[in-house]
């Protein structure tokens, strides 16, 4: 009030100051309907305002106007004074409230359709918002994935960031309903594209790229499905070479993700393990280089569970009894409600009925 309640050309520069600091204050506090009343009430001019506050009240009407006009030239308007709001000095002091001010930039882009701009701007709020503990951090995650999501239709080089931002989700709200839609996410995006249009989209991406890690992962993935769905043995094991080289290419960027590390090596595993003739050497090679990483999973992680299974079917094809015994055990132990429970199951049952045979044959000669 004392900044601004003279009219405007009474206003001395002390009193303006005086008002910057308030509107500062307010905006610490997350008041911006207070902020938009004073505005308004005191006839504060934001029309070739300098401080961020104003800037940002300013873009936020704007974009509220435009949410009821849906113009395009309205979400345009609000853009340019968020824009020019996190321009300002004030912008870096006031981490949490830029964020806000960069959070409704991204809806103003993607409701331009302009999902590039959009994905990025929401990115770029994640971090401040989590960290001022506002519950749009997670909304901005998903948008961005959202975002990343919208441009995958006709650039495939974006389903990385997008599956990134999923796994972000997960890392960084694994408590949040968007935690739980993730994997589901993930596969329909997955699955949306056929795996050859997937590994020309990926290879694609070069080094210089920032999502080129992720790619190496996704590319994974995809040359596994390729391998799953090919009928002639040629194709199986072109595929199941391509996987490897994509893993190992994957693995040597040293990513700090555990359960995609040893995914990788799972599926090293599982072609070798299924292969004309089955490579038992090269599944064992394959789930070494699991081991370093699998204590790392959080416990019931499925991840973990696939590692046992298949360290179990390798026991199997080699047959060494004791190994495969061991891994059924903790598969009936700690696998249970996982694809592989009735497996592992199975294969104590059938230890113990040999344990009873044995038994009872010991008995009679007695």
Wanted: charged letters at 30%.
């Amino acid at each position: 009030r004392t900044g601004f309640s003279p009219p405007p050309s009474q206003r001395t520069e002390q009193q303006r100051e005086l008002g910057r600091l308030g509107l500062n204050g307010l905006a610490r506090l997350q008041q911006m309907s207070a902020i938009r009343s004073m505005v308004e009430r005191y006839d504060i001019a934001t029309e070739g305002a300098a401080e961020f506050v104003l800037l940002w009240a300013d873009g936020q009407k704007r974009f509220g106007d435009a949410e009821r006009s849906k113009s395009d030239e309205d979400y345009r308007k609000s853009a340019e004074m968020l824009l020019k709001a996190l321009k300002t000095r004030e912008a870096d002091s006031l981490a949490p409230q830029a964020a806000e001010a960069r959070y409704t930039l991204g809806w103003c882009y993607y409701r331009m359709k302009e999902f590039q701009q959009a994905a990025q701007e929401f990115e770029k709020a994640i971090a401040p918002l989590k960290a001022a503990g506002n519950s749009l951090a997670v909304e901005a995650a998903w948008m961005a994935f959202t975002a990343y999501r919208r441009l995958t239709d006709d650039q495939p080089r974006y389903i990385s960031a997008a599956s990134d931002l999923l796994k972000r989700i997960q890392r960084d709200f694994p408590d949040h309903p968007y935690a739980r839609r993730a994997e589901y996410e993930r596969a329909r995006m997955m699955a949306d594209r056929s795996p050859d249009e997937m590994i020309r989209s990926l290879e694609a991406i070069p080094k210089s790229d920032p999502n080129y890690d992720s790619a190496r992962y996704d590319l994974t993935l995809a040359w596994y499905r390729k391998w799953s769905e090919s009928k002639s043995t040629t194709a199986r094991q072109q595929a199941a070479l391509e996987l490897n080289q994509a893993a190992l290419s994957y693995l040597g960027t040293k990513p700090d993700d555990p359960s995609r590390q040893v995914k990788c090596c799972l599926l090293m595993a599982d072609v070798a393990l299924k292969g004309d003739p089955p490579d038992r050497r090269a599944a064992q090679q394959a789930l070494g280089r699991a081991d370093r990483w699998v204590e790392r999973l959080p416990e019931g992680s499925s991840t973990s569970a696939e590692y046992h299974y298949r360290r179990l079917q390798l026991a199997t094809a080699s047959g060494d009894e004791d190994e495969r015994r061991k891994q059924a055990e903790w598969l009936a132990t700690h696998g249970s409600g996982s694809p592989y429970e009735i497996a592992a199951l199975t294969v104590v049952a059938s230890g113990l009925d040999r344990q009873v045979r044995k038994s009872n044959q010991q008995g009679g000669k007695g």
